[in-house]
Antibody, heavy 121, light 110 residues
Framework: QVQLQESGPGLVKPSQTLSLTCTVSGGSISNGLYSWSWIRQPAGKGLEWIGRIYTSGSTYYNPSLKSRVTTSVDTSKNQFSLKLSSVTAADTAVYYC?????????????WGQGTVVTVSS | QSVLTQPPSASGTPGQRVTISCSGSSSNIGSNTVNWYQQLPGTAPKLLIYNYNQRPSGVPDRFSGSRSGTSASLAISGLQSEDEADYYCAAWDDSLNGRVFGGGTKLTVL
């Protein structure tokens, strides 16, 4: 079955750019029934949607993060990526990638296990 | 402050029926589908309900969802100890042009 796996540095310095990649296995990222999202969760807090990308390249971002977020898709590697610039301690969180199912009301039907990113000097 | 409002906590005893509410507005719950997620301690969230009241395969029929106007609810019947988790509602918001989550409800099985 389809699985998602996040990867990237666990420690990022303030003002630098956080970069994460999500590798999709067990299925093609180019399947038009799905788009791909990033979601984060600070320790002990709730979920925050970061953004969504289609393999066509279309994107939607959380308005509160839009100025700092970039997402991309690499269909040859079956991966999609997140870049968050000018990070501060407030960006410390568990970052999840997730598949968005068009047939299921754009629900996040499959999630990665999450990766912890700490912003600290 | 979350766009969708959930009670921070809920509780029940084994076998009871518990309901978790999710309050929104005409730009989210009132016009778009609602999904519910279950997050067990230390794990990634899992899709529980989609399109207001549909369950992915493998989700017990003890879990059900509903919507009325700009509010949605998740009901859990026959409460079990393994249901102890955080529950989140989510919907698309047309005004924000983005996905919004509720703040989450921590369910305790007494």
């Amino acid at each position: 079955q389809v699985q998602l796996q996040e990867s990237g540095p666990g420690l990022v310095k303030p003002s630098q750019t956080l970069s994460l990649t999500c590798t999709v296995s067990g299925g093609s990222i180019s399947n038009g029934l799905y788009s791909w999202s990033w979601i984060r969760q600070p320790a002990g807090k709730g979920l925050e949607w970061i953004g969504r990308i289609y393999t066509s390249g279309s994107t939607y971002y959380n308005p509160s993060l839009k100025s700092r977020v970039t997402t991309s898709v690499d269909t040859s590697k079956n991966q999609f990526s997140l870049k968050l610039s000018s990070v501060t301690a407030a960006d410390t969180a568990v970052y999840y990638c997730a598949r968005v199912s068009r047939n299921w009301g754009n629900a996040f039907d499959i999630w990665g296990q999450g990766t912890v990113v700490t912003v600290s000097s | 402050q979350s766009v969708l409002t959930q009670p921070p906590s809920a509780s029940g005893t084994p076998g009871q029926r518990v309901t978790i509410s999710c309050s929104g507005s005409s730009s989210n719950i009132g016009s778009n589908t609602v999904n519910w997620y279950q997050q067990l301690p230390g794990t990634a969230p899992k899709l529980l309900i989609y399109n207001y009241n549909q369950r992915p395969s493998g989700v017990p029929d003890r879990f059900s969802g509903s919507r009325s106007g700009t509010s949605a609810s998740l009901a859990i019947s026959g409460l079990q100890s393994e249901d102890e988790a955080d529950y989140y509602c989510a919907a698309w918001d047309d005004s924000l042009n983005g996905r919004v989550f509720g703040g989450g409800t921590k369910l305790t099985v007494l």
